[in-house]
């Protein structure tokens, strides 16, 4: 197995995931830039890094900002499009790896001289946003000495997607503040609105991209483990630890294949569909576990709800993530209660329990990608869930029950606007 490969694993999922929610937790420029920039310090192991920005008004390239360990901050400079390696990753929307600046004819040590830093190597991949490209982000000299790899592309790749995420939303709402008077309370809710919009979305690319970076050595060390196991005496003391690899090798592959499952998700498929007959079937399919369970499961389904146009499948696959999570929520058995009415041109699906409740810390982020509370739960129903209703244009709030419990609701629009049907 390739050692790069075992690194970015190592570097774990999960830090990378804590990092891009951060990223995207802030609407400040200036906030948002430099959580970004270190956070693609940390995970290439780079000594330096730098934002570029490009002014599609005035045709030029806008250095940003440059941090390092080193500290010196270099302020604005300007670049033509083309100039320098930025200003051709800018231009050409291609990432570039320079091993070794000397032999670089673009690279210019114009900043080097400046500040006394000493560019070795560097990484330099474009910002983009909808199919534009909007600036550069740049890493400088592997720590170790050692050169950037093609891994390390990919992942600064796919970091580079939820920076140009946050980017994007930090501008849209300084344009929305200065443009409008928004009350303190509207500019709340828009600010919780933007940051969570799209942010969701790259978060699962980026779980993507490493999700299949892994997939090749986890089957790797999940199949030599099990020949390893067939060539050992019944007794040998290694086969338990053998046994702990192969449990392990497992939980991760279904981990892979919940991801690729979610990745599955964006590509919809409408058919008109009679929605009382849907949630009879979600409730039916969990009769058995309901009486295992000593759940009672309490439907209010409006009779005659109109046929909506929607993914079936998925609109299915939502309820049953939802229902699973009220089901967890209630270990020692109880009540959920599902509903189901038109309100204006949607209809609303309420799921209800009286559970064990969302803790408060947890709210603002159980729609991301692995944030569970759960020992075996890979944290990506809800993310599911989210990715649904952004398809059907829906919307999707999950509050505390009044008394004890959870909350969810779902509004799923009856006529989606035609931008879907195509
Ligand atoms: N009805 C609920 N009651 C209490 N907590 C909930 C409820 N729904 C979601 N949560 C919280 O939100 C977290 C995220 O839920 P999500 O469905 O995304 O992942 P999961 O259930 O942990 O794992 P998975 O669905 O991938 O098996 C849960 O771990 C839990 O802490
Ligand atoms: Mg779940």
Redesign the pocket.
Known sequence: MNEDTNDIYRRGLSALMQSSALINSSLQTADVLNYAMKAAEEFMEAEASSVYELDTEKGEIFFRLARGEKGGIIKSRRLKPGEGIAGWVIQSGKPMVVEDVQKEGRFSDRFDRETGFKTRSLICVPLTIRGKTIGALQVINKKNGVPFTEEDTELLTALAQQIAVALDNAKLYQRLEENFELTAEELKITQRKLIRSERSAAMANLVQAVAHEVRNPIMSIGGFAARMKDGLDKNHKFRKYLDIILQETSRLEKLVQ?VRELSEMQTVYLQPANMNNLLSEVIEGFSPIMSRESIDLAADIEENLPTITIDRAQISRALK??I???I??LPTGGTIELKAWTVDSHIRII?K?F?????ED?FDS??DPF????A??????????YQIVKNHQGEID?KRGSDR??V?ALDIPVNLKSEMEG
């Open positions: 919940d993530n939802i699973e999570n009220s967890e929520a799921v329990d559970g064990v409740g969302i803790d947890k159980i729609l944030v569970t509370s759960k075996t739960g890979a944290g990506l129903g809800l993310t599911m869930v999950i419990g959870t969810v």
